[in-house]
């Protein structure tokens, strides 16, 4: 029944577009009479291409909340998207970001849309794609979700790690990743493919949405298979981090309705300007929660970072050890059993951090030399542990520069892993690069 509904309502339509032909479907629901206006999601796809309307629940969303669902579809299957103005008119390849300008030109004339509530998701290279527009194009989109992008520093940043393009503007964006979804290269060994693509790709694109959106504080959200980091922006411009614990490169279908919750319906346009809604978001910081980091004298309670007494977090045989002394201001009742094992470090007892918090009726863990604990089940994902790690102040991040040398690195090993020459040009670095990662 839902196939035979997303066939019926499904429009195709094509154009001639700076000289290009291009397709895209318009998928309506059975709500929609042309005389009342709605919403309208324009998603992006990956390399499914053509398939992507096939593969996504914003159909079956839009029936139960009232929007148009637009598929665009990049020119040439195997190409993809022309992300960062790779490729020119020389190579036969059109300015993609132009054609989705004009789409959404198109889409205000052709249906009943809303034009306040226009929003953008990518998948993927539908990812690379977005950004891509959200960068250039932030005053005609309400909000942006952007998910599982493989970004290639390459193509965005100059050899010596300036960038190449920069948000025109403040803009709503979510960026999602899952949590396995890491580079692949016989070179990394233990959690360097994670750290790496940690480093390379989703510090840099945190750092551009919180600089533009003017970003001073954070909070997390922790579930049994989501880490969520709330950035507060101002005039209510928020940037949201999302990993699917344990996720890898496709996102569960699930996520779609929760960047509508979350993301979607919390933001309108109001001429050219992004204005929160009066909706509330579902996901809740984690009240009472606290972080420590191996080394670090600080700690993060109730989302807030304070300095900590006594000796700093260390880890002895794989188990995180925290002088409980250093959490008595906050955690002003903590218990501490006689059942607990105990270390002596430097002259200061010391008790392993899960187990204390568990005796005190916190579910926590560890990660990546970092400690977490709430009051509610929860998992902890390498990418929570590494940003704990960064607002305590014992995670260095790379430069612009050590980013693009450290993938250009992993690139060339990538390339020797699947018996690929180095590219001669810009056209073949794309299609090994869509086959290597």
Known sequence: MAEHMVISRLHQHSAKVDGFWRTWRVYTPASYDGAQLMPAVLTLHGGDHALAHERTTWHLLAESEGFLVVYPEALTDGVMWNAWDCLSRKDGRPDDAAFLNWLIDWLLEAYAVDPARIYLHGQSMGDMMGTHFAFIYPDRIAAAALCSGPTKTKWWLTKEGQPRFLPSGSCPVLRLHGENDVFQASSLQG????????????????????????????????????????????????????????????????????????????????????VRTKAEPVWRPDAGAIAVAVGSSKCCYNNRVYSMSGHVPIVREGVLYIDAAGLRPWLTELVLPNELRKAEIDGVEMVPFTELMEANDYAAAQEFGAGYAALHTFTLSFDLAYTIRRFLGVQPALTMREAFEKEDEIFRIQCLDKGFEPPKNRLEEIWIWGHTI
């Not at 790709?201 to 959106?213: E, K, S």
């Not at 969520?228 to 496709?250: F, N, P, Q, W």
Request: charged share 30%.
């Open 191 to 274: 959690r360097e493919a994670w750290l790496y693509k940690r480093q390379c790709h989703i510090d840099i694109n945190d750092a551009y949405w919180i600089t533009a959106n003017d970003c001073d504080a954070a909070s997390f959200v922790t579930t049994k298979d989501r880490n969520i980091v709330l950035y507060a922006g101002k005039d209510g411009i928020d940037y949201i981090s999302m990993t699917v614990c344990k996720g890898e490169h496709r996102p569960p279908l699930e996520t779609e309705k929760e960047i509508w919750d979350n993301l979607f319906l919390r933001y309108r346009l109001e001429k050219g300007t992004h």
